[in-house]
């Protein structure tokens, strides 16, 4: 049974860190994409960063600069660090694990920033 159990979200202020991480179980090996999506009420789910095995990044604009995605292969994990968090980055954030035609999510973890 695949899993990715999702971890570190929180009420942060404007200016602020976070830092999530997401560990796969199961099928998940390091052959497998991973990285966050997230979505604000009202609006789609959209990429935010995303890592192959081999440690290829990929971010979304609005993040450049202050989001740093990591995995670590032994563990089967990924991590976001969220630095310069900002009222906007203000979603709930969903692991994801992604091989050819085989996808997981996590249950998703909220992160709000406001003062």
């Known amino acids: 049974q695949v899993r990715l159990v999702e971890s570190g979200g929180g009420l942060v202020q404007p200016g602020e860190s976070l830092r999530l991480s997401c560990a796969g179980s199961?099928?998940?090996?390091?052959?497998?994409?991973m990285g966050w999506y997230r979505q604000a009420p009202g609006k789609e789910r959209e990429l935010v960063a995303a890592?192959?095995?081999?440690?290829?990044?990929n971010y979304a604009d609005s993040v450049k600069g202050r989001f740093t995605i990591s995995r670590d292969n032994a563990k089967n994990t990924v991590y976001l660090q969220m630095n310069s968090l900002k009222p906007e980055d203000t979603a709930v954030y969903y692991c994801?694990?992604?091989?050819?035609?085989?996808?997981?999510w996590g249950q998703g973890t909220q992160v709000t920033v406001s003062s």
């Open positions: 890592i192959t095995g081999g440690g290829t990044t």
């Open positions: 994801y694990a992604r091989y050819i035609t085989r996808s997981y």
């Open positions: 199961g099928a998940i090996d390091r052959v497998y994409t």
